[in-house]
């Protein structure tokens, strides 16, 4: 996960709340993508963004919001219409160029609704 | 809709033994098969990949053995030791370059 920037690495909602969670990272790669994991659920694909100031819905978009005002940076926040926030948020980054499938990830935020 | 069935859903193994993960998929357009490995409240890495030109890919312990026409693929971890002790994830590789994944198996080596 060098590279990749994930903060914080624990954070919790309150009702009603809209959380931003940060993703930051110095490898220069173009793409960039959000991951929910439940146990045993898998990886299940939030946004992504393979350029600057635009991005696409993945299989679970709604109730989260996304921007990509800058390569680096890709934050997504959680808004209250996602009535089961609770999870492991993942933010991984990919290169665009060559062979560009590998998918670099970042250590987590664990979100939790208090 | 589950795109990527894995199995088993945990599995335990004794040091030295073999670890078999087996995942199918359904979508032919699938290009590119990677296995990410995951340590407790880490974020995945790639392990080992290949893509459905060739039946077999190695990588020291590690090994993808893949069916194209049976839509299977599995790995296989020789040798396993507890430092192994992870979830595993398949994935398929799609439409512009997105990732679907499989729901992982949780690996334990016992010493």
């Known amino acids: 996960d060098g590279g990749i920037t994930q903060s914080p690495k624990y954070l919790f909602r309150k009702e009603g709340q809209n959380v931003t969670l940060s993703c930051e990272q110095n490898l220069n790669h173009d793409a960039m993508y959000w991951y929910r994991q439940d146990p045993g659920q898998g990886l299940r694909l939030i946004y992504y963004?393979?350029?600057?100031?635009?991005?696409q819905k993945g299989d679970i978009a709604e109730g989260y919001s996304v921007s990509r005002e800058k390569k680096e940076s890709f934050p997504l926040t959680v808004t209250s219409a996602q009535k089961n926030p609770t999870a492991f948020y993942l933010c991984?980054?990919?290169?665009?160029?060559?062979?560009?499938?590998?998918?670099?990830f970042g250590s987590g935020t664990q979100l939790s609704v208090l | 809709q589950q795109q990527v069935k894995q199995s088993p859903q945990s599995l335990i193994v004794q040091k030295g033994g073999i670890s078999i993960i087996n995942c199918a998929y359904e979508n032919t357009a699938f290009d590119y098969f990677p296995w990410y490995q995951q340590f407790p409240g880490k974020g995945p890495a790639l392990l080992i990949a290949?893509?459905?030109?060739?039946s077999e890919k190695k990588e020291g312990r590690f090994t993808i053995s893949f069916n194209k026409s049976a839509k299977q693929f599995s790995l296989h971890i020789m040798d396993s030791q507890p430092g192994d002790s992870a979830t595993y994830f398949c994935a398929a590789r799609g439409s512009n370059y997105k990732l679907t994944f499989g729901k992982g198996t949780l690996l334990t080596v016992n010493p």
């Open positions: 963004s393979q350029i600057v100031n635009d991005f």
């Open positions: 991984a980054t990919q290169y665009r160029g060559g062979v560009g499938e590998k998918l670099f």
């Open positions: 290949i893509r459905p030109d060739v």
